[in-house]
């Protein structure tokens, strides 16, 4: 099959999008799969031989903050030669609702269109505004997915419609075997993410860790994340500091030894999460998984069977919570076990198979994409649109 | 005066531009229609002959044998108005017969059984998605016809009122859960 895929965000800027993207591309072509990805990039960075640039983004301001968006002319027309070479059986854009590459892809193209919904963000007042135009671009998606159940909730309540819900995928094997680090081991917290985004919820966590730490003073938190480090520990009481370690961004395989030597992962994100692959990672890592209550954690978690939730933004039932499970060996053991068991969905040959029956669901019925005003020049297009040549 | 004609020629082309537009979009909307419906057609056919394989098999007792054998053949045979009540018959003799893991283990068991359930896994598995596929174009539409400039110049033409395609879809758990 050829696939092509539309990345609406910066190859360059790592992202959950991108990877997330980069997974599906390459789990497809080892499956013999033709790949094509169309991703916004600088001329000068290196790429994998299956992405296309598509020029530059823009920063813009949107949506109260900077976004880099790919728009103007340039950009169509690059959307639309992608289009016309590829030839793909299928065109799967991500994030079309986004006034960048997924939205010009979409008005480009004729054909099978698969439709990733990665946020769950309200309607912004811009998007109510060009409601009527983006109707007319997302009504020729023939098949939605949404990346959970939450997700999909929102789709349906701000575009109407519906969606398949499929998750995002993870190599669960990566994780599995990656080999503990015996610095990051012995009574330790872990927490991966932005430290100076407060929805990560460092901030949540710091407050936490003083109750935590009366109850244990042997247990340290181990931080991975860019951010300023001084501002993370102003509010802990200066004795205190040293028990929490900051590592800085780690690699890939720093993050997968980071979650298998960890005792327990803590997700104290406040909001604005529509899936938590962070916690997909942390069960297939074998971490036991202590996270906020958010709709869409709850959800990854299985309602709490597969990790421990605490109520959104309550450092006190997190310190709790927390005290509780490190005390408990059997506990967190038992939750290692479910927690692996439970992540098996969120495999990559899992996910990806779905996928790819999505796009043989949607090709069944229909011809290739195409470039949408090729088919002028053949006098059926236009013609049509007038009124002249329907049946 | 001149000048108005020419104000009144261009309203007219802009008007004349919209509503062409519109028709497009429409155009296109039944043609999603009709690549869907031909989708969901082809996954339930192919739900219903797996299922009637497997029902003439001897790989199953002979009670679920015959559940699974009636309601698949009935559902290959409905008619255009009994389609959706047949269909939804077949899902729910497919959640009888498949209700637990070993049935399933079973099947895997004989030979040739391999396939066959794999190639029931996934035709329960894409019904649905085809099914929710095809009545979200025909949520599009309606919403697109419903609108006056659609009524009032018959852009639809005489394109029948799309419907949507009702049915029991729920798969048999046993098939599709992957907690390993």
Known sequence: MRIGIVCPYSWDVPGGVQFHIRDLAEYFIRLGHEVSVLAPADDDTPLPPYVVSAGRAVPVPYNGSVARLNFGFLSAARVRRWLHDGEFDVVHIHEPSSPSLGLLACWAAQGPLVATFHTSNPRSKAMIAAYSILQAALEKISARIAVSEYARRTLVEHLGGDAVVIPNGVDVDFFAKAKPKPEWQGDTIGFIGRIDEPRKGLPVLMKALPKILAGRPQTRLLVAGRGDEEEAVESLPEELRPRVEFLGMVSDEDKARFLRSVDLYVAPNTGGESFGIILVEAMSAGAPVLASDLDAFAQVLDQGAAGELFANEDADALAEAALRLLGDPARLAELRERGSAHVRRFDWSTVGADILSVYETVTAGAAAVAAADEDRTTGTGFMARLGLARD | ?180
Not at chain 2, 10 to 33: C, K
Not at chain 2, 49 to 62: F, G, I, N, R, Y
Not at chain 2, 85 to 113: M, T, Y
Not at chain 2, 115 to 123: C, H
């Open chain 2, 1 to 180: 005066m001149t000048a108005t004609l020419i104000w009144i020629l261009v309203a007219l082309v802009a008007i004349g531009l919209y509503l062409s537009w519109t028709a497009g979009r429409l155009d296109r909307l039944h043609a999603r229609i009709d690549a869907a419906r031909a989708a969901l057609d082809a996954q339930l056919l192919r739900r219903a002959s797996v299922a009637q394989e497997l029902a003439t098999s001897a790989v199953l007792d002979p009670a679920a044998s015959i559940v699974l054998y009636e309601a698949a053949h009935a559902a290959r045979q409905a008619e255009e108005e009994q389609r959706e009540v047949a269909e939804s018959e077949l899902s729910q003799a497919l959640r009888a017969v498949f209700a637990e893991a070993p049935q399933v283990e079973g099947v895997r068991r004989a030979p040739g059984g391999e396939a066959a359930a794999r190639e029931l896994t996934e035709a329960v598995r894409k019904v649905p998605m085809a099914r929710r596929f095809h009545n979200d174009a025909v949520r599009a539409a309606r919403a697109l016809r419903r609108h006056r400039k659609v009524r009032w110049f018959r852009l639809a033409g005489h394109a029948p009122f799309p419907m949507a395609f009702e049915m029991d879809d729920e798969p048999p758990a046993a098939l599709v859960d992957r907690a390993a």
